[in-house]
């Protein structure tokens, strides 16, 4: 699984956000705004990331509208769950680490896990 930078992350989440596709010029706007990051970059910069993101599958560019548009992937959740799946599959003991995590989780998250398990 590709790790994702600062700015990567920043993109990322506008565009899981996003219920449409956005293109460099939307992104470049939201990240300056005071809401977000209220960082001030290039076009060519977010250029540059979105073409990382969709080299990473990330990303997938409109290419039938000009400028490009770009959309998540895939969605937000399905993104933390693979790189949930990661680091379960880098441990040695797959189980201590499932009940570290199960430990530590909310009353409410674990009624939520068990709901899901009950319905597997």
Do not use: C
């Amino acid at each position: 699984m590709n790790s994702l930078g600062e700015l990567e992350r920043s993109v990322m989440d506008l565009l899981w956000a996003s219920t449409e596709s956005l293109s460099a010029y939307d992104l470049q706007a939201a990240l300056a705004s005071p809401a977000s990051s209220g960082r001030e970059l290039a076009a060519t910069t977010i250029l540059t990331v979105l073409s990382r993101l969709e080299k990473k599958n990330f990303v997938v560019r409109e290419r039938d509208v000009r400028p490009h548009r770009y959309r998540a992937a895939s969605v937000r959740a399905e993104h933390m769950a693979d790189l949930m799946h990661e680091v379960l599959g880098g441990a040695s003991d797959r189980t201590a680490v499932l009940e570290r995590f199960v430990g530590q989780v909310t009353n409410e998250e674990a009624e939520t896990l068990r709901r899901i398990l009950d319905g597997r």
